[in-house]
Structures are given as structure tokens and as C-alpha cells.
């Protein structure tokens, strides 16, 4: 599943970006702007801030598009202690966690700790969002960021949350993660579910079978 990575290095850190997993969420660019700016043509200076910054705005990353390495002896990127969704108002849903990514047949086709799983239906990318739900309008509530857990962490890395996509049919989560929904309310917590991944479900971000009644269709 990945692509070119593009690769700029710095003193201290090398940054690593997967340019077909953007959607532009602009963390990186509203954070550190000195480091990541799309004015320039070399976009990503790392050596415009400290090592441990350009990582920590790496992190905030929702789609998994930004990645890092130290050279410094400086910590690498950690599991996250829970997995967590978030639903992005007409958007994707935002994973983020021990996340792996596996296909109709069980084939693992991405390991990583964050990715942006379309939920609209029409990405070319499926299961990836590739912004297509900005083409089509497509409505669903959700929060207007992505959130991430409150709760003191617990030093243990998170156990695998499986993402299974059933060929033609919705997104099977298996493990234990935290749903949030919108800007405010408590996350809720999940251990298997099946989320709509066809963008007709009435009962969002859930499956309710919508997807055999509008014949959709996705390997």
C-alpha cells in the first residue's frame, strides 16, 4: 500500500512523507510553519526547529502521511497506549493506535499507528481517504478535529485493533478502541464493530446493511 516515500533530512531528524495519504489536515503546516510550509519548493526544513518539536508535530499527523526518524538519539515514534476513531465531520474516521490493516482475503496490507479510512464510499484509495468527500458533499456528523484520549496513559502500548474490510460490505474493527463522535461528548468505548464504509448506513458510523440494498461495491 505505500507509495513514493519523499525524504528530507536534517541534522537531527529525517522527516518521511507519503504524499498520496494527505488530505490535507494542515496539523503540521498550522503548528510549525517554519518547518512545514507549501510555499516553498523544498516544503519541509527540519532544522528549523528542534528535533523533538518537528516530532511532536509529526505526531499530531492524523492521516499517517508524516512519519519520522532521529539521528540524534532522540525517542522514536511509540505505539500509542490506546487505539482510538474519531469520526470527522463529513469526513473520514481517524484511526490511531496499534492499527493494522488487512484485506478480504486476511492480507495485511498496512501496519502503522494512524490512517484516514474513508467512509464516504467513493475513494480510489478505499480503504484510505483520498478527499473524495469533498466532491461529493458528502454529510455526516463527526468532530471538526481529531481527539485523542484524556485519560492518564497506562505505559503499555495498545493491544492490535484490526481493520478488515469485507469485500463489498463495511469496515470490521477488531479490538478494543475509543469512539469519538463529535467536539464534546465522552469517547465510548468498543471492543469489534462494524462500520459503514459505503456512506449510506442511518445509523452512522455503524453498518446497519445499507450496502446491499444500494449495491455498493469495493474489493
Not at 510553519?33 to 527540519?46: H, K, N, Q
Not at 492480507?107 to 480510489?124: F, N, P, Q, W
Request: charged fraction near 25%.
Amino acid at each position: 500500500m505505500p507509495d513514493k516515500i519523499h525524504e528530507y533530512r536534517g541534522r537531527a531528524i529525517v522527516v518521511r512523507y507519503d504524499a498520496k495519504r494527505c488530505i490535507h489536515a494542515a496539523e503540521c503546516v498550522n503548528r510549525l510553519s517554519a518547518v512545514f510550509d507549501t510555499s516553498r519548493r523544498r516544503w519541509v526544513e527540519p532544522d528549523e526547529a528542534p528535533a523533538n518539536r518537528v516530532a511532536e508535530v509529526i505526531l499530531s499527523c492524523p492521516t499517517g502521511a508524516l512519519h519520522f526518524e532521529r539521528l540524534d538519539g532522540g525517542p522514536a515514534e511509540a505505539l500509542p497506549e490506546r487505539n482510538a476513531v474519531t469520526l470527522a465531520a463529513n469526513g473520514p474516521l481517524y484511526v490511531r493506535g496499534n492499527v493494522e490493516i488487512k484485506s478480504g482475503d486476511g492480507r495485511v496490507l498496512l501496519k502503522d499507528t494512524r490512517a484516514a479510512l474513508c467512509r464516504c464510499g467513493t475513494s480510489k484509495r478505499r480503504p484510505l481517504c483520498d478527499n473524495s468527500h469533498l466532491a461529493i458533499d458528502f454529510e455526516a456528523a463527526g468532530a471538526r478535529r481529531e481527539r485523542l484520549s484524556a485519560e492518564p496513559p497506562s505505559g503499555a502500548a495498545a493491544p492490535v485493533l484490526t481493520v478488515n474490510m469485507e469485500s463489498n460490505g463495511p469496515l470490521y474493527l477488531e479490538g478494543p478502541f475509543e469512539l469519538y463522535q463529535d467536539d464534546a461528548g465522552p469517547a465510548t468505548h468498543h471492543r469489534d464493530a462494524a462500520l459503514c464504509r459505503c456512506g449510506g448506513s442511518g445509523d452512522k458510523p455503524f453498518c446497519d446493511g445499507t450496502h446491499r440494498s444500494i449495491n455498493f461495491t469495493a474489493a
